[in-house]
């Protein structure tokens, strides 16, 4: 018989407990977890709003038999007889943020006897997440420039070998702090790190960060002179989009890079960095096009390159959103090539 490793019996636990709607795991009420309080409420509100309800568990489990052939009920799940019905967190709510009444695999009880699969009733959607305004006061002291790198050092190793959400145990290789000019003007917010960007370590660094590249050298700067970063700096599995726990824990570091680097101008790359840096739940194109704030910066909101890759078409609406970004800082953008 096949022996499962241990890493991927101690993931299906994982996962077992968030399709249970547990996040405990993050260590969310223990004191000792340096959080800002106001972010700790956030989070004490989406465990709440994500808690198990309703938990009815098939006479088997109830005996302790196993479910999804590893872990077995918790004793918050024990309550009342009856049908099997479990109301379980949606993921991520990334829009359209619908969700839908699910079924569970039918696999996981493959003998005769046993009991039929739970079916899993969907909760109510995530709720709306807080502003990165709302979940921290934005500082009036803008750091000198002389001390921002020991600032963005600081915050690097408060991260550390960061198991603060479950993308710590998602096979990620690399954290991916953020890179770039730590007195830049321009700010790049992304989603989360791909495949590359987990092997190296920094930000757009494949295919999706070649074309950021193309992009900011269209607006006149080399790369050099921005700073990128994401909502959450680990990769997600398969690149799905954060949860609302992984990227509510995550946001706390990302709010102190703004601080440190203190932009003029920010620019959301996709629907979820606009969703976590503003607070919003909105489609891409409502925010496009109008100028939004965050952490004292203007921000502005446009497609993500990876989106633009697989949507070419959309690369002409995304360079009238990069247009009024360079409107605002006063850049001319790349000179043409001077002609033989
Ligand atoms: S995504 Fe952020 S909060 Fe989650 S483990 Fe990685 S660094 Fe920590």
Redesign the pocket.
């Known amino acids: 018989m096949m022996s499962v490793p241990p890493e991927q019996q101690l993931r299906a636990y994982v996962d077992y407990l968030r399709d249970m709607g547990i996040y405990d795991l993050y260590r969310r009420d223990d004191p000792s977890v340096p959080l800002p309080e106001s972010l700790r409420a956030a989070l004490t509100a989406a465990k709440s709003a994500t808690s198990v309800q309703n938990v009815v568990v098939p006479a088997r489990a109830q005996a302790g038999a196993p479910v999804r052939g590893a872990a077995t009920v918790s004793p918050r799940a024990s309550a009342p007889p009856a049908a099997a019905s479990v109301r379980a967190s949606a993921s991520a709510f990334a829009p359209p943020a619908v969700p839908t009444p699910a079924t569970a695999p039918t696999n996981y009880f493959p003998s005769d006897d046993a009991p039929p699969p739970m079916s899993v009733e969907m909760s109510a959607p995530m709720p709306k997440p807080k502003s990165f305004d709302a979940l921290v006061p934005v500082p009036s002291l803008v750091l000198p420039a002389a001390e921002r790198s020991a600032a963005m050092e600081k915050v690097r190793a408060e991260?550390g070998d960061?198991?603060?959400?479950?993308?710590?145990y998602g096979g990620?290789h690399k954290?991916v702090f953020g890179d770039g000019d730590l007195s830049a003007r321009l700010m790049f917010v992304g989603e989360?790190p791909g495949a590359d960007e987990d092997e190296s370590g920094l930000p757009f660094v494949g295919k999706a960060g070649q074309l950021l590249n193309n992009m900011i050298g269209a607006m006149g700067l080399p790369r050099e002179q921005v700073y990128i970063a994401n909502i959450?700096?680990?990769r997600p599995p398969a690149n799905r989009t954060?949860e609302y726990v992984?990227a509510t824990?995550?946001s706390q570091?990302l709010i102190q890079q703004i601080d440190v680097v203190k932009p003029q101008v920010i620019v959301a790359l996709g629907a979820t960095a606009a969703t976590y840096l503003l607070g919003v739940k909105q489609s891409l194109a409502s925010l496009r096009g109008s100028w939004h704030e965050a952490r004292g910066a203007k921000v502005a909101v446009t497609y993500h390159p990876a989106f633009l890759l697989r949507d070419p078409r959309q690369k002409g609406e995304a360079w009238k959103d990069l247009q009024r970004v360079m409107g605002e800082l006063g850049l001319q953008g790349a000179r043409p090539k001077p002609t033989a």
């Open positions: 991260i960061c198991t603060r959400c479950p993308l710590a990620r954290i989360g959450v700096k680990c954060p992984e824990t995550c570091f």
